[in-house]
């Protein structure tokens, strides 16, 4: 089946919208897809069928990975599949995973110190500065920078800066020093959250509440009531406004 709706992509001459078909080059073979498409819609347009590496579709949680290559030019591309949209003559596959080097580590026995992550992933130091970790990133995150930060040990810098890494590997996959950029970032921000950061009171009163049963009852209801009831419930609820600021709160204050 896929392959049928496959060789129908590739001769269909029109499409709905005035979208402009072009081709691309899927694990090398051409297809004709609408121009508005992402990489991800156009593999599906295609004919494939994704049952991997398809992931939440919105470009947070990095599992679309792909390399691309366009008609002269000697780079090779890289983004996230779900929001890079396809350019004409395009070359592309995507990135299977692949394992790569993860520190096992208690973070209540490490210090928020540089030695301490350098310690875990000693092939910091091997960055040569070229900086293919940055122009991989599909988030704009200054990587080789909070790496960089790493070597220094300036923690919570690290942890700022990497704060919006969807860990696709990108950075990973193009880096020449063999380096995990990622994970040594997720280990600063375990260090910055447990040792470095305010604790958060409203956090410690909602463990209490939980620990003291506050939502007990209201579980119980949920779960007894049928699918019609959760689905009034649902409709029900009071949302949060679109525009609301970070102090919005709802009427009804017995869950919070």
Not at 151 to 158: P, Q
Not at 239 to 256: H, I, N, Q, T
Request: with cysteine.
């Amino acid at each position: 089946m896929a392959e049928a709706k496959a060789k129908e992509a590739k001769t269909q001459t029109e499409v709905s919208g005035g979208a402009q078909l072009v081709s691309i080059y899927i694990m090398g073979e051409r297809y004709m897809v609408p121009d508005s498409l992402t990489i991800q819609k156009a593999l599906e347009f295609a004919g494939y069928q994704l049952v991997r590496g398809c992931g939440c579709r919105g470009g947070i949680c990095g599992a679309c990975g792909t390399v691309y290559r366009m008609p002269g030019s000697y780079r090779i591309e890289v983004g996230l599949a779900c929001q890079t949209v396809v350019k004409a003559d395009m070359h592309l596959t995507q990135i299977p995973f692949f394992p790569a080097n993860k520190a096992t580590y208690n973070i209540d026995e490490l210090k928020p110190e540089g030695s301490y992550v350098a310690s875990h992933y000693p092939e910091l130091f091997k960055c040569v500065g070229c900086n293919t970790c940055t122009r991989s990133c599909p988030m704009d995150i200054e990587v080789m920078e909070y790496i960089s930060q790493a070597i220094r040990g300036n923690i919570a810098r690290v942890a700022e800066l990497s704060f919006d890494c969807v860990m696709c590997g990108l950075c990973t996959a193009r880096c020449p020093a063999e380096e995990v950029q990622y994970n040594v970032a997720i280990l600063c921000r375990r260090l910055y959250g447990k040792h470095v950061a305010p604790k958060a009171e409203h956090l410690a009163l909602a463990v209490k509440n939980v620990e003291e049963g506050k939502y007990d009852e209201g579980l119980k209801e949920l779960m007894s009531a049928s699918e019609e009831e959760l689905k009034k419930l649902y409709v029900a609820r009071e949302a949060e406004p679109e525009m609301a600021d970070e102090f919005w709160e709802p009427e009804k204050k017995e869950y919070l």
